[in-house]
């Protein structure tokens, strides 16, 4: 199938965290304090997604208060931090919303995001993603973990859909 004919049946895009929307870097001060970097691009795709119909949930190995904040602030669908076997968390979301397979997007960096990726009708990797990822993916973006690489694979989506313009007018016209 190709990458335009995977993209009609999006509804969900699942992403990781650490490597995908921050370049994968953990800032601690002297009082240990983690600091994650988001890219905001990343912030604005992914409201553009939502005001296309589309869901937009978070599956991650860690868990931080940081990471909480953010989410709220982006008001995600759904979130699951400190997942150390992704695949049957991913499986599990698509029962609970009725999705199949075809019908989610994952979008990953490394080892635990290969099973995802493979399972996902549309699975992406990062373009700095471990080989073993960019291997198992249907698409790797142009940019790093950290550079928005969540927005580029929205525009991608709403793009090969036609969705695109509609759901950016509210900014254009």
């Known amino acids: 199938m190709?990458?335009?004919?995977?993209?009609v049946p999006i509804q969900l895009i699942l992403?990781?965290?650490?490597?995908?929307?921050?370049?994968?870097?953990?800032?601690l001060d002297d009082r240990g304090v983690q600091t994650l970097r988001f890219?905001?691009?990343?912030?604005?795709?992914g409201k553009l997604w939502q005001?296309?119909?589309?869901?937009?949930?978070?599956?991650?190995?860690?868990?931080?208060d940081a990471l909480s904040?953010?989410?709220?602030?982006?008001?995600?669908?759904?979130?699951?931090?400190?997942?150390?076997?992704?695949?049957?968390?991913?499986?599990?979301?698509?029962?609970?919303?009725?999705?199949?397979?075809?019908?989610?997007?994952?979008?990953?960096?490394?080892?635990?995001?290969v099973q995802p990726i493979r399972f996902a009708g549309l699975g992406v990797a990062v373009a700095d993603a471990v080989s073993e990822?960019?291997?198992?993916?249907?698409?790797?973006?142009s940019v790093p973990g950290g550079g928005g690489a969540l927005r580029e694979l929205i525009e991608l989506i709403l793009q090969n859909t036609n969705r695109w313009e509609e759901t950016i007018a509210h900014y254009t016209a």
């Open 15 to 27: 992403t990781d965290v650490d490597g995908v929307l921050t370049d994968g870097s953990v800032i």
């Open 69 to 113: 904040r953010r989410a709220a602030d982006l008001e995600v669908d759904l979130m699951r931090q400190g997942v150390a076997d992704k695949l049957p968390v991913v499986e599990e979301i698509c029962r609970e919303l009725g999705l199949a397979a075809e019908q989610v997007a994952y979008l990953g960096d490394d080892l635990p995001d």
């Open 39 to 45: 890219h905001i691009r990343d912030g604005l795709g």
């Open 2 to 7: 190709n990458l335009a004919a995977r993209c």
């Open 133 to 141: 990822v960019r291997a198992a993916a249907d698409y790797v973006t």
């Open 51 to 64: 005001r296309a119909g589309g869901r937009l949930g978070i599956v991650t190995g860690r868990k931080t």
